[in-house]
Nanobody, 114 residues
Framework: QVHLVESGGGLVQPGGSLRLSCAAS????????MGWYRQAPGKQRVLVAS??????TNYADAVKGRFTISRDNAKKVYLQMNSLKPEDTAVYYC?????????WGQGTQVTVSS
C-alpha cells in the first residue's frame, strides 16, 4: 500500500502563490507516476498535473503556464502554484500510480480569495 500525505494548502489572495507538497511512504517502489487532482465544491475531481518516473509532465489547460509539478525521487512530489485565481479554489489531492493502481491522499484545501 502507498500512503500519501499532502501539505501546503491554505488561504491566499488572487495573484498569490502556494506550494503543495506530497510525501509518499509504504510500498513506494515501482511508482510509475504521481500527480495532483483537484475537486471544487459541486464539481468532479479533475487532473491538474502529473509527472512520470521519467520526468514527463502533463498539465490541465486551465493551469498551464501558472503551475509547475516536480518530483523528488519516488518519495515526494510538489505543485508550485503561481498567479492563483479564485477558480483555483478546491481540495487538492495527491495521487500515485503503482502497477496500474491509483493511490490517493486525504487532500489539502486551497482557497483563493480576497
Amino acid at each position: 500500500q502507498v500512503h500519501l500525505v499532502e501539505s501546503g494548502g491554505g488561504l491566499v489572495q488572487p495573484g498569490g502563490s502556494l506550494r503543495l507538497s506530497c510525501a509518499a511512504s509504504g510500498s513506494i517502489s515501482s511508482i510509475s507516476a504521481m500527480g495532483w487532482y483537484r475537486q471544487a465544491p459541486g464539481k468532479q475531481r479533475v487532473l491538474v498535473a502529473s509527472i512520470t518516473s521519467g520526468g514527463s509532465t502533463n498539465y490541465a489547460d486551465a493551469v498551464k503556464g501558472r503551475f509547475t509539478i516536480s518530483r523528488d525521487n519516488a518519495k515526494k512530489v510538489y505543485l508550485q502554484m503561481n498567479s492563483l485565481k479564485p477558480e483555483d479554489t478546491a481540495v487538492y489531492y495527491c495521487t500515485a500510480r503503482r502497477f496500474f493502481v491509483d493511490h490517493w491522499g486525504q487532500g489539502t484545501q486551497v482557497t483563493v480569495s480576497s
